[in-house]
DNA sequence: ACCTGAACACCGTTCAAGT
DNA sequence: ACCTGAACACCGTTCAAGT
């Protein structure tokens, strides 16, 4: 098919073209799988401008995957916070963000892919704490908060939101990449295995 | 750099360029660190022999990808078992794979990534048990041992398997792709993990 | 039986030029 | 200020041919 023309921009409407190739490269990045999906080539394409005109707003491919990544990352993160507001309970609260993570995981499994599996790394300002390292802490939190009403034993709080992290990140991993396996529900098996991480329910 | 020149093979000689073929891609592929890293003209360059010569051992660069695959995941879960048959008790032999799952993935992150992480999925005659597989029932067995002898609480085995799976695999994932995270010790992380998770010292 | 030369359609990226 | 034409060195893959 021809790429389908788009009009010359004027001047100062160079801001637009970004946008609909950020946009563009997002679709592309999701409909792929991976970021094997994504070509620069196949961006202009799909925004109908000349492969040239993406480095006129990214240095280069890795950088135009970058814009693309912050946004996700930002957005699966307000989406956990928005679940753990919900609930009262620290130890809901923990748990409904790891429902939330695996619901948008596997809801975006290419741009998942992307922003965990991918070679291209987010990169910070030294001040700056990505979105990602927020709700870890949030997480942290809530179970010192339960440890300390005796809801959960006592225990390396830090210690253990690494684990939940680590669990439900494995659980998206593993279903995106092992489809042929016999997978239990990665809903109840992340809450289930977010109880005995955090040890609810284990004699006091 | 002028390609190594390869002298040609006899006749009942062509088994061997397989084989070289095989190890010059695992080799791409661990250095690359992921399937990005490996290429057909790259292999063929570093095997000394022309592009085309590849196709006449493997029907295409998937092809490729799965014999290396093939080979991996067989020496994987042989260090696994290998690992958990040092010790008597269930739980321990759990966390001795779960040790030497993540000590496997850790020192060949290329491969690692492209065992679990990449687009490249290993097929299965309709009989056949992958070696993975294997190694989840052994796991699962040993809880259900676990549990049967009283050391740790009851519980569905299976999916205690897959829990701790997720877990490992989480670990050495997330480790691989986000470097900058101020990483505790994986190994210890998985122990405390697995204990966790499979309930040992939880009340009874 | 074993392997290569030449070619095709892709890719990221660069440089000079056009409006 | 905004964008493209033409080119370079890569890639996987195919087809015809060489020893």
Redesign the pocket.
């Known amino acids: 098919m021809p790429p389908a023309?788009?009009e010359?921009?004027?001047?100062?409407?160079?801001?637009?073209?970004r946008e609909d190739i950020i946009e563009a490269a997002t679709a592309l990045m999701e409909r792929a799988g991976c970021d094997e999906g994504?070509?620069?080539?196949?961006?202009?394409?799909a925004v109908?401008?000349?492969?040239?005109?993406?480095?006129?707003?990214?240095?280069?491919?890795?950088t135009?995957v970058l814009a693309v990544l912050g946004r996700c990352h930002a957005l699966m993160s307000s989406v956990m916070e928005a679940a753990a507001a919900e609930w009262d309970d620290p130890v809901e609260r923990v748990l409904a963000r790891g429902r939330a993570y695996i619901t948008w995981g596997m809801a975006n499994p290419g741009l998942y892919q992307v922003m965990y599996e991918g070679r291209v790394q987010a990169v910070h300002e030294p001040g700056e704490v990505p979105p990602g390292r927020k709700v870890l802490w949030a997480v942290r939190d809530d179970v010192t908060a339960a440890m300390a009403s005796g809801r959960i034993p006592e225990g390396d709080a830090g210690l253990i939101a690494v684990q939940l992290w680590a669990l439900v990140h494995g659980l998206v991993s593993l279903r995106a990449n092992k489809p042929h396996f016999p997978w239990p529900d990665p809903l109840a098996l992340a809450d289930a295995g977010g109880r005995r991480i955090m040890g609810v329910g284990a004699g006091s």
Do not use: C, K
Not at 8 to 17: C, K, M, T
């Open positions: 023309a788009r010359r921009n004027r001047r100062g409407e160079g801001e637009r073209l994504l070509t620069l080539r196949g961006t202009a394409r109908g401008v000349s492969p040239q005109a993406m480095y006129l707003h990214f240095d280069d491919l890795t135009l």
